[in-house]
């Protein structure tokens, strides 16, 4: 039978904490498969259809207007070919659990880090990783308060420390689909690598509409999970940093299948929390080999004027995207990972990242027309040429420059790499200002920035259509992007950067400040 609609029937947190207390992760692998070195125990050498069944993480409502809830940060090791793998995650999980809150709600968040204690002093730069059991919390896309207790960045919590987070949703917040990970700069990539990424919903908006409130929602939490290996030998930076993992699992399941009637309308919501590669994702009939065009209703949690059909869907790090599932056919679809022959290419083995089964109908179908487009009122104002003209365009250069055999390159925004305490961008609340953002290497950079998201005015590859409100953005190599961005609100110390995490911890990121 096919899987319940998501709103009618939750997998509780409560309950995924018992069965991974009661249950081996061995057990749970089909008919006695093996895992794959490099990745998650869980993940089996082949996918099948049918082999894995799709569901979704644990999930947390607001009640009355608020959300009260803890994260701990736990240390997981499993032993695997003959070696200790550790992850660090949220309360056991390789996928966090999905909270979901609406505009004008409050939020608490008590995070608690019980990791062990850093086994040294780190005495080397600040832009190589280090603090591996140090974090933090940061709510990918919300548009709150970049100072304590709410969206701090700049905060560190210790082995066995803690800090309670208040976060006030603003009443005017868009409605759509966002994330938390960790983000203690120096260990934000083994974190999130390792599974530390959770979705937020904020629910309401363009979900009230009829077609969307009748549709199957399914949370996918895209993935690229990497154990660190407890016996491995470090020698020097790129060991340290190591190969990104190309195993891809959608909410930590490696080639699940999802279920439907012929007749279903289903909306799904990508989250890339991976830490390194760009996405292509296609759903493909594997009888045809043929993709079906998916219908974005949101990028990066907000909604779009004009929906336009297509049958690739591009995912930088961090970016979310909204699609609706038109009413395919009875068969067997796959969720295709497609390569872009770059340095993101998908391995073979790793091109198949799911399956869609649509199952026959007893009752008559009537195929619905999907929207063709949202109001104005569920996304933002285009940011106009008057209100950008009172502030002077500001240039920002990603860059990246050779540091000898055997070390990383130095991952620089305009020739600088990340200061603690140094302000690299001073702003003013109730402006707004227009970027052009450059990328001088031969490296794809996805640019991100918190607190305010940006509407794209353009992009030198023309491959986003201008007028996208973002959160992240990739920026071509040897190209540009033109953003423009609303500072409303909210005042405080905060951060742009590369989202590619091992970029960010290794200096590739700038500190703003907005002031009244």
């Known amino acids: 039978m096919p899987e319940s609609n998501s709103k009618a029937t939750k997998l509780t947190r409560r309950t995924a904490?018992?069965?991974?207390?009661?249950?081996?992760?061995?057990?749970?692998?089909?008919?006695?498969?093996?895992?794959?070195p490099h990745s998650i125990p869980t993940v089996q050498e082949s996918v099948t259809p049918n082999a894995v069944p799709f569901s979704q993480p644990p999930s947390e409502s607001s009640d009355g207007g608020h959300l009260s809830t803890s994260l701990t940060v736990t240390l997981r090791e499993e032993f695997l070919d003959g070696q200790t793998r550790r992850y660090r995650t949220y309360d056991g999980l390789f996928t966090g659990p999905t909270l979901r809150i609406k505009p004008a709600d409050t939020m608490a968040i008590a995070l608690r880090n019980t990791l062990p204690p850093e086994p040294h002093a780190h005495t080397g730069s600040m832009n190589e990783p280090h603090g591996m059991?140090?974090?933090?919390?940061?709510?990918?896309?919300?548009?709150?308060?970049?100072?304590?207790?709410?969206d701090d960045v700049l905060l560190s919590i210790p082995p066995g420390g803690g800090f309670d987070h208040y976060y006030e949703i603003p009443d005017t917040h868009v409605c759509g689909t966002f994330w938390y990970h960790p983000h203690k700069h120096g260990s934000v990539e083994p974190q999130v690598s390792q599974g530390m990424s959770g979705a937020i919903i904020i629910e309401g908006g363009i979900d009230e509409l009829d077609i969307i409130r009748d549709a199957t929602e399914r949370v996918m939490v895209i993935q690229q999970i990497k154990p660190e290996e407890t016996n491995r030998i470090l020698k020097s930076q790129a060991d340290i940093a190591g190969a990104p993992n190309k195993t891809t699992t959608i909410n930590a399941l490696h080639g699940p299948t999802l279920q439907a009637n012929y007749g279903?309308?289903?909306?799904?919501?990508?989250?890339?929390?991976?830490?390194?590669?760009?996405?292509h994702i296609?759903?493909?009939?594997?009888?045809?080999?043929?993709?079906?065009?998916?219908?974005?209703?949101?990028?990066?949690?907000?909604?779009?004027?004009t929906v336009r059909p297509t049958d690739t869907i591009d995912l930088a790090p961090g970016n979310r995207v909204d699609v609706l599932v038109p009413q395919v056919g009875p068969g067997m679809y796959e969720i295709y990972k497609v390569g872009d022959h770059s340095q993101f290419d998908a391995d073979k083995e790793d091109e198949t990242i799911g399956f869609y089964e649509v199952l026959p109908s007893e009752e008559?179908?009537?195929?619905r027309e999907l929207p063709e487009g949202f109001d104005a009122r569920f996304s933002h104002d285009n940011v106009t040429d008057t209100e950008v003209e009172k502030t002077e365009t500001r240039n920002i250069v990603y860059s990246m420059e050779d540091r000898g055999e055997g070390k990383l390159p130095g991952f620089l925004i305009n020739g600088k790499e990340f200061e603690e305490g140094r302000v690299d961008v001073?702003?003013?609340?109730g402006t707004a200002e227009e970027w052009v953002i450059t990328n001088e290497s031969d490296f794809m950079h996805p640019?991100?920035?918190?607190?305010?998201?940006?509407?794209?005015?353009?992009?030198?590859?023309?491959?986003?259509?201008?007028?996208?409100?973002?959160d992240t953005v990739?920026?071509?190599?040897?190209?540009?992007?033109?953003i423009r961005m609303r500072l409303r609100e909210f005042t405080g110390d905060f951060v742009q950067h590369c989202h590619i995490l091992l970029h960010e911890d290794h200096g590739m990121m700038q500190l703003i400040r907005i002031s009244e």
């Not at 059991?133 to 709410?150: C, I, M, R, Y």
């Open 447 to 470: 640019f991100h920035i918190h607190v305010n998201p940006f509407e794209v005015i353009e992009i030198s590859d023309d491959s986003i259509e201008p007028h996208r409100w973002l």
């Open 474 to 482: 990739p920026l071509p190599p040897k190209g540009h992007v033109v």
């Open 282 to 305: 296609q759903l493909r009939d594997m009888a045809t080999g043929r993709p079906v065009d998916l219908h974005p209703i949101a990028f990066d949690g907000i909604p779009v004027r």
């Open 364 to 367: 008559p179908v009537v195929i």
């Open 17 to 36: 904490l018992q069965l991974m207390g009661t249950t081996s992760l061995a057990a749970l692998l089909p008919n006695g498969a093996q895992a794959r």
């Open 426 to 429: 001073e702003m003013t609340v």
């Open 133 to 150: 059991n140090t974090t933090n919390l940061h709510t990918h896309g919300l548009w709150v308060s970049p100072q304590s207790p709410a």
């Open 264 to 279: 279903d309308i289903e909306r799904w919501r990508f989250i890339a929390a991976n830490y390194h590669d760009f996405l």
